[in-house]
């Protein structure tokens, strides 16, 4: 499982929660524009470095989509972290994206699928340190598969308190809104997980209810 808090899959789920009927996970912008070229309809999301990119339509931004309305759409979703940990999962049989907002609902799936092993891949974390708020999230999660959850407000406090998150802590910063982090923070506030398909060498992102 590929956990990405700030904020690749935490933007993928609110997407869903607004509609979106499925999203393309990609590793380049190149990817993503030649994906459109090909289909007109494909919504571009994402950023590089953290910031938006020319000619995409929306950044990867949570606040920026809770709004819209995405019903059927079709996402394509670039982003420095998150989607190039999907990108290199070649090896995973069965493969799922988490933030916090989905944890339980993702550890309940996984609990249905009882696989005999669990790898989960903290995309922030960098050689330098990083990575604090995946650490906490994928913690959470194994808490729940373990059925000793550990104390959600010691989980929000890893992640407040993360490198990644001091960014957002400017509320006049407009590439790192500070209602990003927030919504990040909403622990457990969708009831679905999300799942990854291989189809026509394409990675596909669907949500999957209870």
């Known amino acids: 499982m590929v956990v990405d808090v700030l904020r690749a899959f935490t933007t993928t789920a609110y997407a869903f929660d607004r509609g979106a009927k499925e999203i393309v996970l990609v590793s380049t912008t190149e990817e993503a524009f030649e994906l459109r070229d090909r289909e007109s309809d494909y919504l571009l999301i994402g950023e590089v470095n953290g910031l938006p990119i020319d000619g995409f339509n929306l950044p990867n931004s949570p606040s920026a989509?809770?709004?819209?309305?995405?019903?059927?759409?079709?996402?394509?979703?670039?982003?420095?972290?998150?989607?190039?940990?999907?990108?290199?999962?070649?090896?995973?049989?069965?493969?799922?994206?988490?933030?916090?907002?989905?944890?339980?609902?993702?550890?309940?799936?996984?609990?249905?699928?009882?696989?005999?092993?669990?790898?989960?891949?903290?995309?922030?974390?960098?050689?330098k340190g990083g990575g604090e708020e995946d650490a906490a999230c994928a913690d959470y999660i194994a808490s729940l598969l373990l059925k000793s959850p550990i104390s959600v407000q010691n989980?929000?406090?890893?992640?407040?308190?993360?490198?990644?998150?001091?960014?957002?802590?400017?509320?006049?910063?407009?590439?790192?809104?500070?209602?990003?982090?927030?919504?990040?923070l909403k622990i457990d506030c969708f009831q679905f997980a999300m799942t990854i398909e291989r189809s026509d060498n394409l990675l596909i992102l669907r949500s999957t209810h209870e």
Not at 158 to 182: C, G, H, M, W, Y
Request: aromatic share 4%; hydrophobic share 40%.
């Open 155 to 184: 989980v929000r406090n890893r992640v407040r308190e993360s490198r990644a998150a001091a960014k957002f802590k400017n509320t006049e910063s407009i590439d790192f809104p500070a209602a990003d982090l927030q919504q990040a």
């Open 65 to 127: 989509i809770e709004n819209l309305d995405l019903s059927n759409r079709r996402l394509v979703l670039r982003t420095t972290a998150g989607t190039q940990g999907v990108v290199l999962a070649t090896q995973a049989s069965q493969l799922l994206v988490s933030s916090l907002c989905v944890a339980t609902a993702t550890a309940n799936y996984i609990s249905r699928l009882n696989p005999e092993v669990v790898t989960f891949v903290e995309t922030g974390v960098r050689p």
